[in-house]
């Protein structure tokens, strides 16, 4: 990013660029709990994993919804700390949550996600995206959301969202997101080209970062990682959803202009792009005085 693109992300996405400083331990910086991972859907929160520790979180529980550890430990980031969806979804320490990536649609992931929803606390943000916006629409009736969550559909998990068909979604995309956010009396998206991002008031956002190359296996993870890793590091949720949108479709932006995709981009290659952009973003206000930002 040149220094006029990096000046227009502070100015429209201050939070990217607000970071304590001085006496700071991992704790600062808040845990992300992120339940899904079930049998041969690991790599999913692994990838949320990574991109919430490199999008600056503090510490990343991974929680598999699974009878017990696939894995002792990742090893291309021995970071993450490992726990099985159901002892994790117990923790008390969790500054955010992400649910749902590869936790899969069988009895178990239903379970799992049920005990986290009743055992939802209403002072920490959360994040639902993939297999657990299926399961949420079969017992939308029962739900009790609130502006602390936000859903994160692609325009199929909206259709089954709303009990309608894709091309009622791709037909109106902002309807479609204002009406999610309004059933679920949450902040809802839908992905895709132009991201449309919706306040529990049906206030819209359109993002304009991104092209063909996110529409790959796991991008979605690496957006829901880097949005819960924003959450606990202690951002609102308005300026944690649009500030993830907006660096995720950057980063593949950044990866086109240097020939890597869009054709054959990898969700894992977002990864380091992110870190990178925000630490321009962070280095450039030090240069300056922060205060001529605010």
């Known amino acids: 990013m040149n220094e006029e693109q990096l000046l227009q992300a502070i100015t429209h996405y201050p939070a990217l660029y607000q970071r304590k400083s001085g006496n700071t331990h991992k704790g600062t910086f808040g845990t992300l709990g992120i339940v899904g ?3 041969g859907m690991s790599g999913a929160i692994v990838l949320a994993g990574k991109s919430a520790l490199k999008a600056g979180c503090g510490k990343v529980f991974l929680g598999f919804a699974q ?8 090893d291309s980031a021995p970071e993450l700390m490992l726990k099985t969806a159901r002892t994790l979804i117990n923790q008390q320490d969790i500054s955010a949550w992400a649910i749902g990536c590869g936790l899969g649609l069988s009895a178990n992931s239903e379970e799992i996600l049920s005990i986290a929803l009743a055992q939802r606390n209403e002072n920490r943000p959360y994040v639902f995206d993939a297999d657990a916006l299926v399961l949420m629409a079969n017992f939308k009736s029962e739900l009790s959301l ?5 859903l994160t559909p692609h325009p199929k998990e909206a259709s089954i969202l709303l009990n309608c068909t894709l091309n009622d979604i791709q037909n109106n995309r902002e309807e479609a997101a204002k009406e999610i ?3 679920y009396h949450c902040w809802a998206i839908i992905k895709g080209q132009n991201t449309v991002v919706t306040s529990p008031k049906g206030e819209i956002t359109i993002n304009t970062t ?3 190359g996110l529409s ?5 993870d690496v957006l829901t990682g880097v949005m819960g890793s924003f959450l606990a590091q202690g951002m609102t949720m308005s300026d944690a959803v649009r500030s993830a949108v907006w660096i995720h479709g950057m980063s593949a932006d950044i990866l086109v202009k240097k020939g890597i995709g869009p054709i054959g981009l990898t969700a894992s290659e977002l990864i380091d792009t992110i870190r990178n952009i925000r630490n321009q973003i962070w280095t450039l206000t030090q240069q300056h005085n922060a205060n001529y930002f605010e």
Not at 67 to 74: D, K, R, T, V
Not at 216 to 220: I, K, R, W
């Open 216 to 220: 790959t296996a796991g991008s979605g």
């Open 37 to 39: 991972g079930s049998e």
């Open 67 to 74: 009878s017990q550890l696939p894995i002792p430990f990742i």
């Open 146 to 150: 609130d502006q602390h969550c936000v």
């Open 181 to 183: 956010a309004k059933i």
């Open 210 to 212: 991104g092209n063909s």
